[in-house]
């Protein structure tokens, strides 16, 4: 039965996805249908040459165990954070979370190395693409994802694509400034939602409380050796904590505020919120979004993803959408 | 000699052009190479029947003398302040500058009236079409003209055309929040772009720096009667008033954050300035792109407008365009 046949060629056809964070180097096996067949997780090296190193090693490892389970690779698509030239497979310039990581050619390494084609992208255009292709963002035609992890990244879909801007800067979601002076922020200025929002604003946030003896709160214990994290402000927030309470207002404020003005300039009908702290802004941002958002940008729906691994997905994405394109 | 008689044609083919502002209604008749042949203003009523009635009054007499100067009038196009659904030609909705102004179908009176096709868009996204077919915008892929006046407006054009958005709320620049609290907007928010930058926003603060003696320097003057208005202040900054000075500043940076917010959201290559306060505000913006930017947005270009009249130019050009258009 062909039906059969090309259920069988889907299920085989696949992607490996390479994911490089602040924090992790990530590869992954990713089928047709975006499951996650197998995954790798390693410490994302310091230097440009350890780093390019152990991804061609992750790499060749995943392809490898790749012919084993019958899946056929058929390209790689690598997820990083930074600017990137997707045309080129480039990486233009990068904030502080991942050093020595500008101005790098990551598609021609890896395409000499496995001899597949490479596409590139930065995190949070992924994301969006995972969205796109498997999440919330199927069939709709303009949609904004932000995410809020270690950083605040997002992309931005027109008309079913990704805007990238006249030089690859489009959807830097976390550097929309929500304030002229406010926190100093890894790029440089003041004020942006990633310097407010993010998992490293709240982490420094907590942890400055901790240091004043502010963070502990009935209920809550932190112990000599664990690091203090958004978490802790969290919970912190929950059993009463009023300083906690009022910098997590804070932050959900300014990331409001931030999505406000995405509702402004590209006014989407959806905007998806994903990484950890995702379910924790859904409400501070929808309130925001109904007491400061113009009339007729207030209708707009606001849903945390359901997908457990965005870049990833969104990396494989890139592979998988150009070998079932129809057009060219 | 056929190219005198397409010349010809092309000098003969014209469009109404209808601007409605906060103060004047201004209607313009404008020929296909974006000469104004005659423009007539009104103080723009405050109520909704006398507006529509003194509208298609002006058109009236516009069409006539247009009929004596030899020129065919193709259409009507519209530019007006508010949110427009431009495929219904309806106003959705208006912030206080413009009175009773919500849910109103212009096309239909219009076009009953003169038989004629009407096309109708906000004044923003006016006078970004107007930058595209007759100013800086010819030719540019990407970019964005935001417009100083009463109010703060815009368009963003992306791929050679204007993004409206799901809910005909894209580009609504003025709105563009630069602080969590700030000044009161007219669209109900704080800390837009508009309640610092705007010429509204700077006669508020002219007029609290009167009221409390405080703007007159020497050699600056208010008559009696005179309104104090955004001109005195920046005249009473260049004389050496300190704060004057530090009003204009945070203006300029407000206005400047704002901008660097659209850079990293659509990334265009080309930023217009336009309406009264453009040449001003083009040292400021340009300071705070170098001073915030991320480094691979930075290299932008930032322009005052060249248009004497952007909003009237860019309604006729709806007409014109369409008229000349090969694919539909
Ligand atoms: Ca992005
Ligand atoms: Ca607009
Ligand atoms: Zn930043
Ligand atoms: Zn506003």
Known sequence: CISQDIDHILETQSALAVDLGGTNLRVAIVSMKGKILKKYTQANPKTYEERIKLILQMCNEAFNDAVRLNCRI???????????????????????LIQEWSSVDIRTPISDALHLPVWVDNDGNCAALAE??????????????????????????????????????????GHIMVSMDGPECMCGSRGCIEAYASGMALQREAKKLHDEDSL???????????????????NAAHL???????ILRTAGTALGVGIV???????????ILSGVLASFYEGPVQQVINQRALTSARSIRVVSSDLEEPALLGAASMVLDYTTRRTY
């Open 261 to 271: 003005n995405i509702l402004h300039m590209v006014n989407p009908s959806l905007v």
């Open 132 to 173: 796109r292709k498997f999440g919330h963002g199927k069939g709709v035609e303009n949609f904004v994802t932000v995410i809020t992890g270690t950083g605040i990244g997002g992309g931005i879909v027109q008309h079913n694509e990704l805007i990238h801007g006249s030089t690859f800067c489009a959807a830097e979601l």
């Open 240 to 246: 009463g904590n009023t300083k906690a309470d009022a």
């Open 216 to 234: 502990i709160t009935e209920g809550l214990s932190v112990k000599n050796e664990e690091p203090v994290s958004a978490i802790h402000l969290i």
């Open 74 to 96: 058929l390209g790689v698509g690598v997820s990083t954070g930074g600017r990137v030239n997707p045309q080129e497979g480039v990486v233009l310039h990068s904030t502080k």
